[in-house]
């Protein structure tokens, strides 16, 4: 059964009627640019075929009532009419009671509905299951509310709901993939204009993301701690953020900076540039470059950025002891604590890599993995 079959099937068994419309929004996987976002900096993401469906159907009151597949059909129901705070439970509806109190604060038009979801974009994994979600919902409100609302617009109510509902101080990079994806291309995104450039991927190289399983929570993670000594390297460097300081600049203050905002400032600094370089050699198929830029990537964020957990470094290990230079890379993709490794593999090493994991990471970490092969598909915005 497809999401949307499955959605259908809960919703008409918990609401006794048929939904009248469907939206879908897909997550994303970050193929370089790490915490680079809300530095305003660059990255290089792109939307996969995972993601989060709804249907849905008008109601005429101003009471909204959510069916979860993913959570044993579970139906919560809220009246945004009254004051919308986040609950303790059934955690997963705090993501449409804040999708509802952001539209509402910024004066969009929203409206009653029955929603049923179903998604298959594993939770906790760095894949942006969140974002699909709050992109999928910002489409259905406001479709069914009659409102058009563009991809950028959506991206930024999706991270505001994000940052001033849940509590998660995320940047603009996932919400504006999951709405603004583009298929068969990884788009560079400027994250202080909110420009992108679409980057069109090879089509005989796959994206093979590994789950470590190892799992991870944004908001109680070390994420918003991250953020705050950016902040605080940027004042030191005398920059508005990150984006705006150089290797030079931060070399300069080496003595006078502490070691740990000195290497998060290394980090963005040298991810940044990675970047733009990743998307260059990427356009032009340079694999060699590519392969490079990802490893450096990986080692930035492992020994700069402190984002990186054994079980990861290990799964990126084994990947680069079957990819010969040129065949592709791999590097942690994601937030960071855990979650998954992004590789891109020229497609006939794909099983030998897929095999060579298989054969080593449970036996040395205990944990099984998994693997998703994926394309790059359109956002939730883009027709
Ligand atoms: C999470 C956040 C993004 C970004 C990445 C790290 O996915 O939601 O905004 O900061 O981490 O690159």
């Given at each position: 059964m497809t999401l949307h079959e499955l959605a259908t099937a809960a919703f008409t068994k918990r609401f006794n009627y048929a939904p009248s419309h469907q939206f879908y929004a897909p997550g994303r996987v970050n193929l370089i640019g790490e915490h680079t976002d809300y530095n305003d900096g660059f990255v290089l993401p792109a939307a996969i075929n995972f993601g989060t469906a709804i249907v849905a159907h008008k109601r005429e009151d101003t009471i909204v009532r959510v069916c979860a597949v993913n959570f044993d059909e579970e139906v919560v129901e809220f009246d945004f009419g009254l004051p919308l705070f986040p609950s303790?439970?059934?955690?997963?509806?705090n993501y449409v009671r804040g999708v509802y109190d952001i539209l509402l604060k910024q004066n969009h038009r929203v409206c009653g509905l029955d929603i049923a979801i179903a998604g298959d974009v594993p939770y906790g994994a760095g894949l942006s299951s969140s974002a699909a979600l709050e992109i999928v919902l910002i489409r259905t409100v406001s479709a069914l509310a009659e409102e058009s609302i563009d991809p950028t617009q959506a991206a930024l109510l999706g991270q505001q709901t994000e940052n001033e509902f849940i509590g998660a101080h995320t940047g603009i990079m996932d919400q504006l993939i999951c709405a603004r994806g583009e298929q068969d291309h990884a788009l560079l995104i400027d994250c202080r204009d909110l420009t992108s450039k679409p980057v069109s991927l090879d089509p005989t190289f796959r994206i093979v993301i590994f789950n470590s399983n190892v799992k991870r929570g944004l908001v109680d993670s070390k994420y918003n701690e991250r953020r705050q000594q950016c902040l605080q390297a940027a004042h030191v460097l005398g920059v508005g953020a990150l984006r705006d300081a150089t290797m030079p600049l931060l070399q300069s203050h080496q003595d006078s900076m502490d070691d740990l905002p000195f290497r998060r400032a290394h980090h963005v600094i040298s991810e940044n540039d990675r970047t733009l370089r990743a998307a260059e050699a990427l356009g032009k198929k340079d694999w060699v470059t590519m392969g490079q830029l990802m490893a450096e990537s990986h080692q930035s964020m492992k020994q700069d950025f402190d984002i990186t957990v054994a079980p990861i470094d290990g799964l990126v290990g084994l990947i680069n002891e079957v990819l010969p230079a040129g065949a592709g890379g791999a590097r942690m993709t994601g937030g960071g604590f855990g979650g998954c490794v992004v590789a891109l593999i020229a497609e006939q090493y794909v099983d030998a890599v897929v095999e060579h994991v298989a054969k080593h990471y449970e036996e040395t970490f205990g944990i099984r993995e998994s693997v998703y092969i994926c394309q790059a598909v359109n956002g939730a915005f883009v027709a």
């Open positions: 303790a439970e059934s955690t997963w509806a």
